[in-house]
């Protein structure tokens, strides 16, 4: 199956700075990369799937970015309410995999 | 409104059995593929079943294969999961999520809230 490593495991951040997520792939997984954000005591929400593409209602200022195994996402400017977990998934090989997560946490 | 309640879950001895429901609201149910998605708390996602919208394939995880059975109700709206032969590592909160299409595609783009299953003696 496919590994999917996240990195950093955790990031330190004020409200307003750039968040950059990094989801690495053991092999290729083309386009096929989704993102959620996971909040405590909450499910998972889908950001992006096929890697850029953002779901319904997701803010602009989330973004994704890559392709083949290396995948990135970016959040512009942090706001109070994205402080949270973020973890990637991958959908291009059965079974689906996700990463162990991010978690972007108030510095 | 799209919205998924997962039922079910509860303190189950190992060897045990459960049956978690996920009830459908504010979709053409039929429609779409469906997935479980298991977290043990504290830790990261996994993806346990799915099963195509008309019902027609089903896909396992290796470690529930051969213990665990989804199934799906579609006039009544509802997805299930028969949990058999539970063991100690099965213990997590199950997510029920919506998929894209009717066909299975691994984007899971509605969740649940989760009902949690603990197996211990």
């Known amino acids: 199956e496919i590994v999917l490593t996240q990195s950093p495991a955790t990031l330190s951040l004020s409200p307003g700075e750039r968040a950059t997520l990094s989801c690495t792939a053991s092999q290729s997984v083309s386009s096929y990369l989704v993102w959620y954000q996971q909040k405590p005591g909450q499910a998972p929400r889908l950001l992006i799937h096929d890697a850029s593409s953002r779901a319904t209602d997701v803010p602009a200022r989330f973004s994704g970015s890559g392709s083949g195994t290396d995948f990135t996402l970016t959040i512009s400017s942090l706001e109070p309410e994205d402080f949270a977990t973020y973890y990637c998934q991958q959908r291009s090989n059965w079974p689906p995999t996700f990463g162990q997560g991010t978690k972007v946490e108030i510095k | 409104e799209v919205q998924l309640l997962e039922s079910g879950g509860g303190l189950v001895q190992p060897g045990g059995s459960l049956r978690l429901s996920c009830a459908a609201s504010?979709?053409?149910?039929?429609?779409?593929?469906m997935s479980w998605v298991r977290q043990v708390p504290g830790k990261g996602l996994e993806w346990v079943s799915e099963i195509s919208g008309r019902a027609g394939s089903t896909y396992y995880a290796d470690s529930v294969k051969g213990r665990f059975t989804i199934s799906r109700d579609n006039s009544k709206n509802t997805l299930f999961l028969q949990m058999n032969s539970l063991r100690a590592e099965d213990t997590a909160v199950y997510y029920c999520a919506k998929e894209r299409w009717e066909i299975t595609d691994g984007t899971f783009a509605i969740w649940g809230q989760g009902t949690m299953v603990t197996v211990s003696s």
């Open positions: 504010g979709f053409t149910f039929s429609n779409f593929a």
